[in-house]
């Protein structure tokens, strides 16, 4: 982990201070946080800031994913120790000055990608990386009164990857009303992690043989028979039910697995 600067640091020339500090740099290139590229980074700290993300290091552009969010869950039956977010952002207001007022339209990108270390270089995989999505949107409209630093302007929306995955395909984008669309959480700042855990929940139950065997073994016990191919119909009905519940069989009752 790269160690934080303090901004006291002096640039020097020659081994002599040219009178400019490290503060002054950040002072004069991250001051316009409705800038897209500082706004971006920005929305990663303070989503880190409200699941309580250890901010003692420095950011890392090159990660698959930007938060790793400490928490113990089970996705799909496996163990896991964190959770994987991607954040993304969007404002009506720009830094630039908007021709006749106009507001921007809002597009999230949510493009797959093929993850990055500088051992294995690229995978070859292109896909999602993270587990949840956070989108962050400015919601503020009169440049006049825009302070993105006043967080009561945000709104935050909460999108398991799957849902993505599963509604979106492989779009590399989505606009403001197709997401609502999609039931997201809408949260404040103060209400980011408990939404982000929730939307842990919304992971598919267990897979169709555990509750095959479940409900076999249900009905051995309550017809008080052997484990045999008895109620078979019975279990197989459960099984399609559970797939078109969840999205994975057509209205035919076909698999789409």
């Given amino acids: ?9 002096l640039i020097v020339f020659d081994d002599m ?17 409705l800038n897209n590229t500082l706004r971006g980074s920005y929305c990663e700290f303070i989503v880190s800031a409200a699941l309580g993300v250890d901010l003692s290091g420095t950011n ?3 990660t698959p994913y930007d938060i790793s969010f400490p928490y113990n869950w089970v996705c799909n039956g496996e163990a896991r120790d964190e959770v994987r977010i991607e ?17 921007s339209s809002i597009q999230f990108s949510i493009r797959p990608t093929r993850a990055w270390d500088s051992i294995s270089g690229y995978a070859e995989e292109v896909k999602r990386q993270s587990d949840v999505y956070v989108f962050c949107l400015y919601t503020e409209t009169v440049r006049e009164r ?6 009561d302007g945000w709104d935050f929306y909460i999108v398991p990857t799957h849902i993505l995955d ?33 939307s842990l929940n919304v992971y598919p139950p ?15 016990i309550t017809e008080k028979q052997p484990r045999t191919t ?24 076909g698999t789409t697995l």
């Fill in 1 to 9: 982990m790269t160690k934080q600067r303090t901004g006291d640091e």
């Fill in 17 to 33: 201070p040219i009178g400019k500090s490290l503060s002054d740099y950040w002072r004069w290139n991250a001051s316009d946080l």
């Fill in 60 to 62: 890392d552009d090159w």
């Fill in 87 to 103: 954040v993304k952002s969007c404002a009506y207001l720009q830094a630039w000055r908007q021709g006749d007022g106009r507001l």
């Fill in 146 to 151: 825009a302070d993105p630093l006043v967080l």
């Fill in 166 to 198: 599963e509604q979106c395909g492989p779009q590399k984008t989505i606009s403001l009303t197709m997401l609502q669309k999609l039931d997201p959480y809408l949260v404040d700042y103060g209400s980011i992690r408990d939404a982000v855990v929730d």
């Fill in 206 to 220: 267990p897979p169709p043989d555990i509750l095959h065997s479940f409900y076999h073994s249900f009905l051995c």
């Fill in 230 to 253: 008895h109620g078979a119909a019975f279990s197989s009905a459960i099984i399609i039910f559970w797939r078109f519940r969840n999205g994975l069989c057509d209205e035919e009752g």
